[in-house]
C-alpha cells in the first residue's frame, strides 16, 4: 500500500486546490504528506489530481484533461510515479504509461 494515513479517498494530510490557468502548477515534490491535491483550470474544470506520499513525494496522478493532439487517450486515466536514482547519483521520478483508473484512488 501506499501508507496514506486516512486512506486515499480521505487522506489525513487533507485535499487541497491549485487553480491555475498555465496547468504547470501542480508540485511533484513538497506536497503536503499524506494528501491530495486538485488542479483546475480558469473556469473550475477538474484537469488532474495528485496523491502525495508520507514524504510530500508525488505517488500517483490522475489525468481529466489535457492535450491530446492524436485522440489516443481515454479519460480520466491514472499513472503512478516512482522515485529512483539515477547513474548520476541524482533522485528522479518516472511517471508509468496511462493506466486505467483506479478504484483505490479517489
Known sequence: ???IMGGRC?????INTIED????????????PNSRTDLYDDNGELIQSRWYGPDGWAIWDRDY?????????????????FWRWN????????????????????
Open 21 to 32: 490557468g498555465s496547468l504547470k502548477n501542480i508540485p511533484k515534490l513538497d506536497g503536503e
Open 1 to 3: 500500500g501506499y501508507g
Open 65 to 81: 484533461k489535457h492535450n491530446d493532439p492524436n485522440g489516443t487517450h481515454e479519460f480520466p486515466h491514472d499513472h503512478n510515479w
Open 87 to 106: 547513474k548520476n547519483g541524482k533522485y528522479i521520478f518516472d511517471r508509468t504509461d496511462t493506466l486505467p483508473v483506479s478504484p483505490e484512488f479517489c
Open 10 to 14: 480521505r487522506p489525513s494530510g487533507g
